[in-house]
């Protein structure tokens, strides 16, 4: 009986393994960004070991290591569109009109926070 589970878990890894493989190997033939590469792996590794928040921690250091540290324009664009998406949800939350007015300041002070920090990652551009 163990040596029949323990077959399954062999094979349930091995089909996850395969999945991954055949993933990197499309988006290089693709021509996919190695950064785009690099979240898809890191994606799939949070998914496999069940470590809530790995992929955004490893695209959090992308981001700050590659994209501000050494300037380099896929980590930086990557950024900003986050950025920015997160300021428009923010914009939306705001204009439902459902939030108490000290509701409204902080989304609104969130806001201009992030209009500053996407200008100051767009002058590293």
């Known amino acids: 009986m163990e040596e ?7 094979d349930m890894a091995h089909g996850m393994q395969e999945e991954i493989k055949m993933k990197i190997l499309e988006m ?3 021509a996919a960004s190695p950064y785009d590469i690099l979240y898809e792996v890191a994606n799939f590794l949070e998914d496999v070991s069940a470590e809530r928040g ?6 959090d250091n ?3 290591i590659y994209g501000i540290a050494l300037k380099e324009k896929k980590p930086l664009e ?8 997160r300021a428009e949800r923010i914009r939306k939350s705001l204009e439902s009109g459902k939030f108490s007015d000290e509701e409204n300041a902080r989304m609104d002070f969130a806001i201009k926070a992030h209009e500053r920090k996407i200008k100051q ?3 590293l551009l």
Do not use: F
């Open 28 to 30: 290089i033939q693709q």
């Open 78 to 85: 990557d950024e900003i569109k986050d950025m920015e998406d």
């Open 62 to 64: 992308i981001h700050t």
């Open 4 to 10: 029949n589970n323990n077959q399954q878990l062999i």
């Open 54 to 59: 790995y992929a955004q921690h490893i695209i």
């Open 121 to 123: 990652l767009k002058e």
